[in-house]
Every structure is written in C-alpha cells, then in structure tokens.
C-alpha cells in the first residue's frame, strides 16, 4: 500500500478538504469484503447504522491499520476515537443527495471520513465533493435552506455555484476511484454520489474525531434538513490512537480480550447420546496470531453432516482423527456436481475464507474430526495459500530417525502472514527439549504416546503452545503428529506477553474411545 508525502499532506488536506485517492486495500481484501458483504456476516451495528467498529472485528481491523492511523494521527493528533463505520451500498442509477454529514458539520470541528471504495468503484459510482468546500463554515443543508432549494435538488453543479459564491477557489472533484482506493475527507466537506455505472457500488465509511470533539446522533425521523435534529443517544465510540476518555460512549471491544495464553493439552471422551452430531469445543478466545481461534473436536455419526455446504469468513482447517468422512466441495451453494475428497485419519483439508465447504459421514462408521476455525484484521497480503486436501502419507512411513518432520505446507492467508503445516514421525525416545517460538503452535497427536508439558499423553490429543512459551516433546515408542504453525500480524514479545492479556486455564480432559458406542463427548 502506498502512504502520503510527508511533506504537505496536512498542510493540502487543510486546504482542500481531501487527500486521495490513494491505493489501500489489496485487490486480495477487496475480494474478502465483497465476499463478506454478500454473505450476510456483517454485524448488526450498535444503536444505529453507524454502529458498527465496536461490534465487527473485520470491520474494526480495517479501520486501525497502522498506516491508516499514521495518516489520521498527522491530521488529527496524537488522540483519536473511531465514532462511525458502515458499508455504503448503492444500486444501479442510485444518487445520495448532496449534502454535509450533519455529525460532523459543526464550523470548527475536527473530522476526518475515510471512503475506500470495494466493489464496482469507478468514476461513474463514487463519491463526489466540492474541494475547500469544509472552508464555507455552513453545511450544505443550511445553504440549501437558505437558497429554498429541496434535497432531491440539490445537483453537483448548484452545489459548486454556491460554494464558488463564497469561496473563489471551490472546485468539482469526480476522481477516477478504483477498488481498493482510500479517500480522506474532512469531515465538514459537501459531498454526494450518483451511481452512473450500471453495477451496485459498495464502499467502506470510516469516521473519526479527535479526543476533544463531541458527536451526536441525527434524528433521521424528524428531518434531514436544515436546522438539524438529534437524538439523545451518544454513539458508541473506540479509542484508536492515544486516549479519548471524556467520551461518554467508548466501548471495550470483546474481542480484544481472552487472550489464551495458557498451555492447553486435550486428550478426547466418548459416551453415547444418539446425536448425529456432537461437537466439543477445546479453545476459544484470541491468541498471538489472531483475533479469534476456535478449536473443537467433533464425532459426525454414519449418514449425517453437521451443516449444508456454506462460506464464511473465518478461516478453516478439518483433521480427520478417526474413520473415513467426505469432504463436499463445492463452487457455490447450489452447485449441482461438487467436488467430493474422501479423508482417512491424518489426512486434512485447508478452507481459505469464502471457499464452499462441508463435511458428511458416508461410511458405516462414526467419524471423529479436529476443526480450527480463526479470522482477525486482514492483513492485506498479495498471495494466498490456496484451499487443499493433504493426505497423510506418514503412517506406513518407515522411520530412520529417532525425530523425523515432513514439510505439508506453508502460504499467507488473510488474517495470518504465515500458516505452516508439517508432520513429525518419532521414535521412542525421539523428540526435543524445551524451547519458545515466536508465533503460536498447535500439534495435534495422532498416533502413540509423547511426554510433553510435565505428563504422558496417549494418542488422539490436541496441544496448544502459545507464542514465546516453553515447550518440549519425547516421544514413548513410535508416535506421529501434526504441527500447525500461525504466524499473525502481532506476535508475543521475547517474555510472552501482548496487550490485555488474561489468564485462561482448562482443566477438562477428554479420552477417544473408538468402537461402535461413541456417539458424545464427556468431561472427566
């Protein structure tokens, strides 16, 4: 991604109303948001529709981008909090009437918009606005009041004549915006849009204040017009640079907290139920790597699949631990000839977000699987680790080495700037001692008996290891397992610790027991 010059990019936002449009987003991310947007995962927004950094993690990823944050911390200061975020849609030959945000159009405050265009953004479908415009000290919708001239009214060209009646210098800016561009506005400025390309337009409205300002909600009900109306609600707010707490509304994000910081070790249980699925969860909470990781084990009985085919945006990987199950593939929701992989223990299969998945049990036997489910900010890397199955060739293997690995896979994905897979054969005796790594590692045992994190564990388990925590293995008699390395955007420092870490402990144990009466899972 490209950043502004250092020299005068204030000093032009301030006499302009804007900076951009400047590339931003990888067409990678803007693949992952359009995605996301038809998917229906978005978050309800909190209170009101502008409600939705507090409560959308993508969203909120997006919105404190490190050079993002550079930009608005030159423009702003040294104190910032994100008021507003939402997705801008527009159909086919759809206009937004000229106007100025009525949150942000006080004559002295400090705002600062930012538009990114996602999907169909071109000259012909994005925002528009009139350059020094934020310099008149009225908004839009007071000039028009003045002028009695109604809000369906209200053209680019009246808008640039009265601009040009007060300020000499105003200027008509319809850019050639692309996917992915990012332009920052003050928030004062006269803006709108007519959808002219013939395609629906979505875009991303990030909006900010400094510490200092206030922001009140508009009473849409009562009018969009001139003198404004407001509601008693504050919006809910985040702190994205230094500190904003007189804010009435800031809001703790949940899901910066529950760091799983704690080694965890699960062997697996089962007892019969008569579910056809049943899973349980191992871990759940942000790690090192990402925002969000979910593993759980899960026991699918013959016949049955624990959902339709679906996309989603969390990232995937699915272990099979014991039986044969069936992975449907398809390319859509009503493709009519999915791709279909039969998986046997130790075989797994790579979802990157969006792919078409499911799993089904076609066999006469329960299927027991490992699932890893994670998602975080985007991180904007130019090439992804595509979606796969991987056989497990290690099994059979002959071992000439007390300690032996074997290189699976390795690739960037949205939301970690690494993910690595290998499979490691032992030995008895065979291992190593204690050491830290810098990103967080997850083995998952599939064959025989280790001795690792001061016990001895049997065949199938899951071990997690967080980032710069100390962890060692030894093998008792031949043993196979696989590792899965995430490397992510912020890792542990050289003593463990990140920011808002918290304790998370487990104490429960499951142990598989494969044999024509597992159906459900017990806590020991």
């Not at 009503?334 to 792919?355: K, V, W």
């Not at 690595?420 to 032992?426: I, K, T």
């Amino acid at each position: 991604m490209n950043s502004f010059p250092a020299s005068g990019f204030k000093k032009a936002f301030e006499r302009m109303g804007h900076v951009g449009p400047i590339p931003f987003l990888t067409k990678a991310e803007c693949q992952l948001l359009q995605n996301y947007i038809r998917s229906g995962e978005v978050r309800k927004p909190m209170v009101w529709g502008k409600g939705l950094a507090p409560c959308d993690r993508l969203v909120h990823g997006l919105a404190t981008r490190s050079e993002l944050l550079k930009w608005l911390a030159e423009l702003l200061g040294p104190h910032v909090y994100l008021w507003g975020a939402q997705v801008v849609s527009k159909k086919a030959g759809e206009a937004h009437p000229w106007h100025t945000d009525i949150e942000t159009s006080a004559p002295h405050g400090r705002f600062v918009s930012v538009w990114i265009g996602i999907e169909n953004t071109s000259a012909e479908s994005a925002l528009q606005y009139i350059s020094g415009s934020h310099r008149i000290g009225k908004p839009l919708q007071q000039v028009a009041e003045e002028r009695q001239v109604a809000r369906p009214d209200r053209t680019p060209e009246r808008a640039l004549a009265w601009a040009k009646d007060i300020i000499a210098d105003a200027d008509l800016v319809m850019g050639d915006v692309r996917d992915g561009d990012a332009i920052l506005f003050d928030g004062r400025i006269w803006h709108g849009s007519l959808n002219v390309s013939g395609r629906p337009r979505h875009a991303v409205l990030l909006q900010y204040a400094a510490a200092d300002q206030r922001v009140r909600i508009p009473d849409l009900a009562k009018t969009y017009n001139w003198p404004f109306a407001y509601r008693t609600e504050v919006p809910p707010a985040v702190t994205v640079l230094g500190r904003a707490r007189g804010y009435p509304n800031l809001v703790e994000l949940a899901h910066r907290r529950n760091l799983l910081e704690q080694p965890v070790l699960k062997p697996v249980k089962a007892v019969p139920d008569g579910k056809p699925w049943t899973p349980h969860s191992v871990m759940d909470g942000r790690i090192a790597a990402v925002a969000k990781l979910g593993v759980h084990f899960s026991l699918l009985q013959p016949g049955h699949s624990p959902h339709a085919p679906h996309a989603h945006v969390d990232e995937e990987i699915l272990i099979v631990i014991d039986g044969e199950a069936e992975v449907v593939l398809p390319n859509s929701a009503d493709d009519p000839a999915p791709t279909i992989e039969r998986l046997y223990p130790g075989d797994f299969t790579y979802y990157p977000s969006h792919r078409w998945h499911t799993i089904r049990n076609a066999s006469a036997s329960p299927v027991l699987y490992l699932m890893l489910k994670w998602n975080g900010a985007s991180l904007g890397m130019p090439s992804h680790a595509p979606a796969g199955v991987f056989r497990d060739d290690t099994h059979s293997r002959r071992v000439g080495k007390p300690f032996e690995t074997k290189f699976v896979f390795e690739g960037a994905t949205h939301f970690l700037k690494k993910l690595h897979v290998h499979r490691s054969m032992l030995l008895s005796g065979g291992g190593y001692a204690e050491h830290a790594d810098p990103y967080d590692v997850m083995i998952v045992l599939l064959e025989g008996m280790v001795h690792t994190m001061g016990r001895t564990i049997e065949a199938p388990a899951f071990l997690y290891h967080p980032a710069e925590t100390l962890h060692g293995i030894r093998a008792r008699g031949r043993a196979r397992y696989l590792v899965i390395e995430m490397h992510g955007g912020q890792q542990a420092d050289r003593r463990g610790r990140t920011r808002e870490r918290t304790q998370w402990s487990t104490t429960d144990e499951f142990t598989y027991v494969p044999g024509q009466n597992w159906r459900a899972w017990r806590v020991s």
